[in-house]
């Protein structure tokens, strides 16, 4: 079993826009998840909601060794990073399927394996996309 970062794209208008149906629903299909999560006996390590990408600030290297200071989302998208998951104790597989209810309302989830390091070398993430 491995640890995975379930990571949460929304676009903030479209967010925004939802009605209250709609919010309830994601909601419910968020408890739901917490719930199936526990079910399996998956550990949710941490889970974050971000608040929207208009109040980021972007840090990127200028190419000189200085610091390019941003504020708003760096990436010229609509859809930006929504929140995460750090779920430990499962498989890609499954983690998947259970991963596919959050999605319902346009949003879009990315799961990465979770590297660890001990004494500066990574451990047991390397493997885990082609592990079930």
Known sequence: MAEFTVILYRD??????????ESERAWAAHSGFHRHCADQGWEIVATRALGAAAR???????????????????????????GFY????????????????????????????????EDGVPVNGADALTAS
């Open 12 to 21: 903030d208008a479209r967010a925004a826009a939802l009605t209250a149906e």
């Open 56 to 82: 980021a600030r972007s840090l990127r290297s200028d190419g000189r060794a200085g610091v390019v200071v941003t504020d708003g989302p760096y990436a010229e998208t609509a859809e930006q990073v929504a």
């Open 86 to 117: 750090l779920v430990a104790r499962t498989t890609l597989d499954a983690l998947t399927e259970a991963v596919s209810a959050l999605v319902l309302n346009g949003e879009t989830a990315e799961i990465r394996p979770t590297e660890r390091f």
